[in-house]
């Protein structure tokens, strides 16, 4: 919980770096920078989070349109409240709601990445 | 459905200055009564107001304010009363039948009542939210444009427990909570004498363990049961009384800590 006095972290711009990347630049001053792939894997929704939970199925059979799928990439972010972001991903799924603090959390630049090891 | 209802999208209401939340953790602590007399407060203090009544299960505002079933079909929305431009699931619903929906519904009837409703110009809309950290608080929080929110709790421990939650929940989801108002708060009787039926100070106190303001406290008085029942908000009835006293003392303070407070800047989004 961010104290009354301070600041509350909160994204002063997102922009997309190239064709795989978002980055969000912080109040704080922080820039983050994350793969499209990475957010997808970090998806907070209560169906991809009970996926992580369940260990690897070794007999999955993809599906014919899973083989022919297009890249992973999003079609729409869009502000969910003041608290998260909504990702709509090219394979139609749209149900994580990534908050401010999550998306934080999840930062791959240098120096979050090194914390995070 | 509104393409709102669908996306999660922030709802653009550019005649509304205000959106307050009036939420408690639990149910019975007078929330809907204190939606009520705070939203006539604010408009005897001569400004613009409207209440949305968004408890879709158990509509309170139709009874509060003296309103029958309507036509849908024939009665354009939203109804005025007492100067409050007025919406509610009761005005739709027959009192003696049950609104037995799951989630998306209520998010749809919430979304349908903030977009498809013709409030105009308003300086203040008063939203009457349902008990608890459910569907209608999410699509509050997600889709309004909320100013803020006041959290309303009765004195004793069993009500503050709940309190806290909805407290929690507004700041989890990053609305400004203007602060606590503590209802039923005290009884003075005919002699005089200040009786704490439901012991005294417990709204107090959680604010200052929250950080958030205290709003004040409303005394509790038979004839609010009264005037709510008769469609009649004791502030409209009796506003010398202590009771309506405090609801036109808890209205100013809510506009002093709605201009603190200030707009809540919205969040940047990423051009395809």
């Known amino acids: 919980m961010s104290t009354a006095q301070s600041e509350p972290l909160r994204p002063l711009a997102l922009s997309k770096e190239g064709s795989d990347r978002l980055r969000i630049d912080w109040n704080d001053g922080h820039h983050s920078v994350y793969t499209w792939r990475h957010l997808r894997d970090h998806c907070p929704c209560a169906g991809c989070r009970g996926e992580f939970e369940q260990p690897a199925d070794p007999f999955r059979i993809l599906k014919p349109s899973e083989l022919n799928a297009p890249p992973l990439a999003p079609v729409n972010v869009a502000p969910v409240g003041y608290y998260g972001y909504k990702i709509v991903w090219n394979d139609g799924h749209d149900s994580g709601i990534f908050t401010l603090e999550h998306l934080r959390s999840l930062c791959q630049c240098a120096a979050c990445a090194g914390n995070q090891q | ?272």
């Not at chain 2, 409207?50 to 079909?73: E, F, Q, T």
């Not at chain 2, 007025?86 to 009837?109: D, E, T, Y």
């Open chain 2, 1 to 272: 459905m509104h393409p709102h209802a669908a996306s999660g999208a922030k709802i653009d209401m550019p005649g509304v200055k205000n959106v307050i939340a009036v939420a408690s953790g639990k149910g019975g602590v007078g929330k809907s009564t204190v939606a009520a007399n705070l939203a006539l407060a604010l408009k005897m203090a001569s400004h613009p107001v409207g209440l949305m009544d968004a408890d879709i299960y158990g509509p309170s505002v139709p009874i509060m304010m003296g309103v029958p079933p309507l036509d849908p079909k024939t009665t354009p929305f939203p109804i005025e009363k007492y100067g409050l431009k007025l919406m509610s699931m009761g005005f739709i619903v027959n009192p003696s039948q049950a609104v037995i929906w799951r989630g998306p519904m209520v998010h749809k009837a919430v979304t349908q009542f903030l977009t498809d409703i013709a409030w105009g110009q308003l300086d203040y809309l008063v939203i009457d939210l349902p008990p608890g950290t459910g569907d209608a608080q999410l699509t509050l929080t997600q889709t309004a444009p909320l100013s803020g929110a006041i959290i309303v709790t009765t004195p004793q421990e069993v009500s503050l427990i709940d309190a806290r939650k909805g407290l929690e929940m507004f700041r989890q989801v990053r609305v400004p909570i203007l602060g606590i108002v503590e209802n039923m708060s005290f009884f003075v009787g005919d002699d005089g004498k200040r009786y704490d039926i439901f012991r005294h100070g417990g709204g107090k106190k959680l604010a200052a363990d929250a950080g958030v303001p205290f709003l004040g406290d409303i005394p509790i008085d038979p004839r609010v049961a009264e005037c709510g029942d008769l469609g009649e908000p004791i502030v409209h009835k009796y506003p010398d009384s202590a009771v309506g006293k405090a609801y036109r003392a808890l209205a100013a303070t809510v506009q002093e800590e709605l201009q603190k407070a200030g707009q809540q800047p919205e969040l940047p989004g990423l051009q395809f």
